[in-house]
């Protein structure tokens, strides 16, 4: 019944009552004044209120020959619409029976058995079917003859079946094709570009061994070859520095670039180059990211893994993973005793301002982390800072030397367990790890999240889940040991660091 309707039926009956006790009322007050009138006011009195009662009826026979009309229709326009869904349509039972079809689902699947598909859909919901008291939405995916169907709908309860105790469920299922809709989307997705980073690896190196009437030659040579790997899928390059490349690509050319296994890594170690210098490339791509700005963000941390994992090779970060290329040539010293000395000095005054420091390495110590970390406790001690090295391992050759570098007075409280640990740790302690970037092996993770200050001392090639908040990086994948760069680190640094035997 239209809402109209129901409300001007409301309104007459309303009226209809105070206008009888308007009258009533009138009536009673004539009657007072005139008592013979009584008998009148009665029988006009009479006569409205049967009229009232007779139109009150008539009312409503009318409307609800109107709602039994409406009913009709709407019942009618539903069964029609189910019928012709432009969407194949079917009512099933959660036995696989189906109990009808719509035109749209018996042309849509005429030359299909869909009972397979269709009963692996009803497994799918039976099986998160909890409140049977109630009715519920259906939202599935199927995949019938290599097309991919989203199945809408809704379940009801039905009757149990033979005395069985299984509660039985129908349901209504809308197969809607999203076949193109993924085509579609797929097509977007791999025509979006991506951003990536290549680098000339030893460039310095090139700039200072290659004579001035040679090192043009070969600089564009190599510059040339990135260039045409690029023009073959579509790419573009742009030169942002001397040894730096930024290239945009397609997703989908990405995709060619990493089944040829970046073949242009092969390609550039392949120019020949005089004093038997290799030329090698570092790579990164990555899409890790909502926005151009995350996805660029991405790029430069992977760029930074590749360097770090010394060079000669691509990384490429796709929906979160890793892709390795590469990092087969033989890795040259390039270290610098510059560079040496520019975080040697940078150590020593973060150590400085430091409230204390706390040193650890991975896991399961090494001699090289007790060697890396005891010459770092003498230096910040050396400095004045009070210093301790977290170690909780219990390995029998390392235990006894722990025990006789204890009985030497400069080492006496030099080892600290975890708890002793972090009963020191300030707001302004700093932490150095050694011999270790990766965040999940080191001694005791749970520093690295407790002191914001860190600094990280290792020689390992930089893996995935390396420590990305470090402020200070001393990373040489060509130093044979942690200790080796701690050595380096005291020989430069400006206090005198006397170390026992």
């Not at 749209?104 to 030359?111: D, G, Y």
């Not at 180059?273 to 941390?301: C, M």
Request: charged share 25%; net charge negative.
């Amino acid at each position: 019944m239209p809402n109209g309707n129901i409300l001007k039926s409301e309104n007459f009956i309303s009226k209809t009552k105070i206008y009888l006790i308007i009258i009533a009322i009138l009536l009673i007050a004539i009657c007072v004044i005139q008592v013979k009138l009584i008998p009148i006011a009665v029988v006009t009195y009479a006569i409205l209120l049967t009229y009232a009662i007779w139109s009150n009826n008539k009312r409503k026979a009318e409307l609800s020959e109107q709602l039994k009309d409406l009913t009709l229709n709407v019942n009618t326009t539903a069964k029609t619409t189910l019928i012709n869904s432009p969407f194949p349509l079917a009512i099933v039972e959660t036995d696989g029976n189906i109990i009808w079809k719509s035109e749209k689902f018996i042309s849509e699947f005429e030359q299909i058995n869909v009972s397979n598909e269709i009963s692996e859909t009803i497994n799918r919901v039976k099986s998160k079917i909890t409140d049977t008291d109630k009715k519920g939405n259906i939202n599935e995916e199927t995949i019938i003859n290599d097309k991919k169907y989203q199945v809408l709908g809704s379940y009801v309860k039905s009757h149990k079946k033979n005395h069985e105790q299984s509660q039985e469920y129908t349901m209504i299922l809308y197969f809607i094709d999203n076949t193109e809709k993924e085509k579609l989307e797929k097509e977007v997705k791999d025509n979006e570009f991506a951003l990536g980073i290549i680098m000339i690896d030893n460039y310095e190196e090139i700039t200072q061994r290659v004579s001035a009437e040679a090192r043009p030659v070969l600089i564009a040579n190599v510059e040339k070859r990135i260039y045409d790997w690029a023009t073959k899928y579509d790419g573009i390059i742009i030169k942002s520095d001397r040894d730096t490349f930024y290239c945009i690509v397609s997703n989908n050319n990405l995709q060619e670039m990493i089944k040829d296994k970046m073949s242009i890594l092969d390609e550039i170690k392949s120019i020949n180059t005089p004093d038997t210098i290799q030329t090698t490339l570092s790579i990164a791509f990555s899409n890790d990211g909502k926005t151009k700005i995350e996805n660029a963000e991405s790029t430069r941390a992977v760029i930074d893994i590749a360097l770090g994992r010394g060079g000669d090779q691509a990384i490429v970060k796709v929906d979160g993973k890793y892709e390795f290329f590469g990092g087969r040539t033989k890795e040259l010293e390039k270290r610098t005793k510059v560079k040496a000395r520019m975080v040697s000095h940078a150590l020593t005054k973060f150590i400085q301002e430091s409230d204390n420091v706390l040193i650890m390495g991975h896991s399961h110590s090494d001699m090289d982390v007790i060697g890396s970390a005891m010459g770092l406790y003498r230096l910040a001690t050396t400095l004045g800072k009070t210093a301790k090295v977290v170690n909780e391992t219990i390995d029998a050759g390392i235990e006894r030397f722990i025990e006789e570098a204890k009985k030497t007075e400069e080492y006496t409280s030099c080892f600290v367990t975890k708890q002793e640990a972090e009963n020191i740790i300030t707001d302004n302690t700093l932490l150095i790890v050694v011999d270790i970037n990766k965040k999940n092996y080191v001694e005791e993770p749970e520093l690295l999240e407790k002191i914001p200050k860190v600094i990280v001392i290792d020689h390992h090639r930089r893996s995935t889940d390396y420590i990305e908040n470090a402020i200070l990086t001393f990373h040489e994948v060509y130093a044979s040991s942690a200790s080796e760069l701690v050595t380096e680190i005291i020989e430069y640094s400006q206090v005198n660091v006397e170390l026992t035997p």
